[in-house]
């Protein structure tokens, strides 16, 4: 088993830029600019190395400093380059934690298996058109005309880099205590051990007897992180070879906020060494009485113009202000459609706490959309 810390470290370290490696500061998958520019250096990749594996690694400077980014989950990363790219490589995107950073941020790994087809993308995306290859030359990925460059001299470079980043048994128990560090007692860190084989640590405040919040799940042997909650809460239950996590969205208004089942992860570990990561989206949509609901639009618009008018607000004014995306999500949900754009245009004025709230209602709602819209 590899320590994926290690591997990221051997590969920065030892290795600028090439024809098997991209570093990022940071990706964008929200936008149609930032995918398909994602997914011009994997199809790149994947077509230069068909003989080995190729990385993309996100987090780290331009400067080989490593800075962290946000936690991106896997399964987004899949479906994105499998719904787009024709003849897609097989891909993991694996966050993995390092001890210098915030807790919420962590290293990601994207992993490109090596591919014998030739990938290309099955539609338009941005400025990219159908059927464009992409090859990697030095360091930049480039449109493929004609003769794709494939360099065999990196399978030995990639096997080499793998061999030194090898799992011990020191560093798979300096992480352990490295661990128990992050999280102090409140958020109970507490080990794991599945199939005899995978070193798994937990940590998350207990909020009631329900509920954990600012939950971490760390394969300790890797180093990856396989789940991180920064304000959702979440129920978590453990068995002989699994972690079922259930992921809780908090919505609603006034006395009727309630928890809604939105995300089931179930992450299965197997005798042969390797895990599984398999998340369902669970969500139906709370429903409220029309009058209150339509009070409710009303109320949050007028609290919009006071935010625009710049008007001077009480404690209680903010403790409002601070669910406004909720407000308007919860009205989209029940049936006022306006309510929509109204939500999409917050985000150009809410900050903290409300936009925090803000990412996760988005987040909820392109799901939402994908599944019954």
């Not at 190395?49 to 190729?54: F, G, K, P, V, W």
């Amino acid at each position: 088993m590899f320590n994926k810390r290690q591997l990221i470290q051997n590969i920065i370290s030892h290795n600028d830029e090439c024809t098997f490696f991209d570093k990022k500061n940071s990706v964008d998958l929200k936008t149609e600019k930032g995918k398909a520019k994602f997914l011009k250096h994997i199809c790149a990749l994947s077509n230069s190395n068909t003989e080995n594996d190729a990385f993309i690694i996100v987090g780290i400077s331009n400067e080989n400093e490593v800075v962290g980014t946000e936690f991106i989950d896997d399964a987004n990363v899949q479906n994105l380059v499998n719904s787009v790219l024709k003849n897609p490589p097989l891909v993991k995107y694996e966050n993995i934690a390092f001890p210098n950073l915030k807790k919420d941020k962590s290293i990601g790994l994207l992993t490109i298996r090596n591919n014998s087809q030739i990938t290309s993308f099955l539609k338009r995306i941005d400025v990219i058109e159908k059927e464009t290859i992409y090859h990697r030359i030095g360091s930049k990925s480039e449109p493929a005309n004609g003769t794709i460059n494939v360099v065999k001299e990196n399978k030995e470079i990639v096997e080499k880099t793998y061999k030194y980043s090898q799992n011990n048994i020191k560093d798979l128990l300096d992480n352990v205590f490295e661990f128990y560090k992050l999280w102090d007692k409140a958020y109970n860190p507490i080990y794991y051990v599945f199939k005899e084989q995978f070193v798994v640590c937990l940590a998350g405040y207990s909020t009631n007897d329900e509920y954990l919040s600012e939950v971490d799940i760390q394969i300790i042997n890797e180093g990856t992180r396989l789940f991180f909650s920064a304000i959702q809460e979440v129920k978590v239950n453990i068995t002989e070879d699994s972690i079922i996590i259930i992921e809780f969205q908090r919505l609603g208004y006034g006395e009727n906020f309630e928890n809604y089942a939105t995300y089931s992860n179930n992450i299965i570990f197997k005798d042969n060494g390797t895990y599984s990561i398999n998340k369902e989206f669970i969500f139906t949509p709370p429903k409220f009485p029309a009058k209150e609901i339509y009070s409710l639009y009303e109320k949050t618009k007028k609290f919009e113009e006071r935010i625009k008018s710049k008007d001077k607000f009480e404690v209680e004014d903010w403790e409002f202000g601070e669910g406004l995306a909720n407000y308007y999500f919860i009205c989209y949900l029940n049936d006022i459609k306006e309510a929509k754009q109204d939500f999409i245009n917050s985000i150009e004025y809410l900050d903290g706490v409300a936009a925090l709230w803000h990412r996760e209602c988005n987040d909820l709602l392109i799901e939402y959309e994908k599944n019954y819209c």
